[in-house]
C-alpha cells in the first residue's frame, strides 16, 4: 500500500520555520510517524543551515556551493525527532497518562500532540457532530485555522464536501478511503477547492484524525445547503 507523505513543499516550509503553529504540529506529529519525512525535513534543515553558513561574507567565495553540498553529505544519519525514539512501552504510558478521560485512542499519540492533548485539560471529551463524526478542539483560539482531532465510527463515511481553503488530515489510528486513496496511520491527505470527496473510515477501527483547516468546509452532497446552515465544518 503506497504511503501518503506529507507533501515537500509543506516539509521544506516547517524546515524553514515558517509554518503557523497548527500546522507546524500536524508536520511535527507526522515526521514523528514517517521516517522519510522526517529525513526530508532533516535535508532542507541542513540546506538551510548550510546556506546561512555559506552566504556570511566572510565565508562568500566560489566554492559555496560545493562546501554547502559536502555539508549536507557528510552530515549525520538521522536521528528520529519525536515519539519514536522513545521505547513504545514507554509511549503507550505516557499517552494514558496525557488523554483526556473521554478521549481513549488505542495508537500511541506522538510527543508533539501529546502535549496538545494534554493540554486540553482532563475534562476534554468527544463533541458529537451527528451521524458518524466526533471532535475535539485543540488550539481553539488560534486565528484563521480549525484544528481538531476528528473520530469517525468505523465503516461510515463523513458528508460529502469541498473546501474554501486547504484541508490537511493526519491518521492517527484506522484509516480513512477517498478518491485519491486509502490513508493509514501516518498518511497525510491535502485537499482544496478542487477536490470534493466523501472519506469513508476503513472497517478495522474507528478512524481518529488530526485535522487542520484554514476556511471552513463546504458540503456539496443532496443536503449540502442544510448542511453548510448547521455544520460549522
Ligand atoms: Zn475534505
Known sequence: MAEHLAPDDLLQEYAAG???????LLVATHIALKPESRQ?????EDVGGALLEASAPESMSNDAFERVMARIEA?????????TAAAPADDAERTREALPEG???A?????PLRDYLASTGSKASWRHR????AELDLLP??????????RITAGSRIPQHTHDGAEYTLVLEGSFTDATGRYARGDVSVADDEVTHQPVAGQESDCICLAVTDAPLKMTGPFGRILNYFVDM
Open 107 to 111: 495508537a500511541d499519540v506522538p510527543a
Open 130 to 133: 451527528g451521524g458518524s463524526v
Open 103 to 105: 478521549v481513549r485512542i
Open 75 to 83: 552530515d549525520a544519519p538521522v536521528v528520529p525527532d519525536g515519539g
Open 141 to 150: 483560539d488560534f486565528p484563521g485555522y480549525k484544528t481538531r482531532l476528528l
Open 40 to 44: 526530508t525535513v532533516r535535508f532542507y
Open 18 to 24: 515558517n509554518l503557523s503553529e497548527p500546522l507546524s
